[in-house]
């Protein structure tokens, strides 16, 4: 063998060498990223469940949001009725019976400042 061959020789083994190292590493990488990939992957979907269950949060704070208006507003309408009523009623029957209704400018609260 001359200097030129055994320098191509040692070259070869020296290249195939590198080559099991680089593929080693190309592997131990692979899996590195692939196990991040799963992680990731699964927080991700963590994070898309959790969003889409904020959002049916948020939808069901507003249905009650109206709901709790809807309430105050029958409760300030029937509170108004019943103290029209008892207006009438005061008036017509005079003040010997006016120790049975309170009004509600005695110090109580309407029924939605109640609630």
């Known amino acids: 063998?001359?200097?030129?061959?055994?320098?191509?020789?040692?070259?070869?083994?020296?290249?195939?060498?590198?080559?099991?190292?680089l593929h080693g590493l190309q592997i131990d990488n692979d899996n590195q990223t692939s196990g991040d990939n799963h992680k990731a992957s699964a927080e991700g979907h963590e994070i898309q469940d959790l969003h889409s269950e904020i959002q049916l949060l948020k939808k069901d704070k507003i249905f009650l949001n109206d709901r709790q208006k809807n309430i105050n507003l029958a409760c300030d309408q029937v509170n108004g009725w019943s103290n029209k009523v008892v207006n009438k009623l005061h008036i017509q029957l005079g003040t010997e019976?006016?120790?049975?209704f309170n009004s509600p400018t005695n110090g109580q609260e309407s029924m939605s400042e109640t609630f």
């Open 97 to 100: 019976y006016s120790q049975f």
């Open 1 to 21: 063998m001359s200097g030129n061959e055994k320098k191509l020789d040692k070259l070869r083994r020296e290249n195939d060498l590198k080559q099991e190292q």
